[in-house]
């Protein structure tokens, strides 16, 4: 699909349930890459198959700002969407895109717009600093966000160091979850295990917590 934003168009692909799907997830990539990232299709077609619907698309900025725009903008056509008409969606990215998915939770949590459509944050190798810069961390959004976020992130990512990370998320007054990959480096890559197989524990840890939170919505 084609989706509107600002006078030019965003590249997107539905992996739809058999089912009628009543929660949705929305996926990006991270500052290279685009929505054929395979970790990203991998996810969305495990997703579909478990019964989430699953957009994702693409956005080449590299700013967070413009990035964010283009995301608010999926969520909004979603939204509006007749073909599928969804309880409400999680915001998932990789990398910079789960920065910017951030961005546009606090944005609209923020604004007077917020009617609970969005249900929570999926950050998969959030980039909390830059190589060897653990000096500045980019933790601002996370901690004003309120709606429960989970992330998967490798033991050893360059960007995003163990302890710093379990620090901002003690800080943080959402719910929130951490699942460590162990071994593995920003890209998810670990010695010794295929992609696939480390894949697998991604997409299975991301749907289990999403099937988590959605119950707890609805006790």
Known sequence: VKIPFGNKYLDAIFSVPEKKPTYGVILTHGAGGDMNFPHLVSLAAYLASHGVLCLRFTCKGLNVAYRAKAFKAVVEYLKLCDDYKLSGVFLA????????????????????????????LVCLS????????????????????????????????????????????????APKKIHWIDKANHGMAVKGRTADDVMEEVNAQVFSWLRENVQLQHK
């Open 93 to 120: 990215g990789r990398s910079m895109g789960s920065r910017a998915a951030a961005s546009v939770i606090r944005q609209l949590s923020q604004g007077d717009d917020d009617d609970g459509f969005i249900q929570g």
């Open 126 to 173: 959030y980039p909390l600093h830059r190589p060897k810069l653990q000096s500045k961390l980019r933790d601002e959004d996370l901690l004003l966000v309120t709606c429960p976020v989970l992330f998967v992130s490798g033991s050893a990512d360059e960007m995003c160091e163990k302890q710093l990370l379990e620090g901002v998320v003690r800080k943080m007054k």
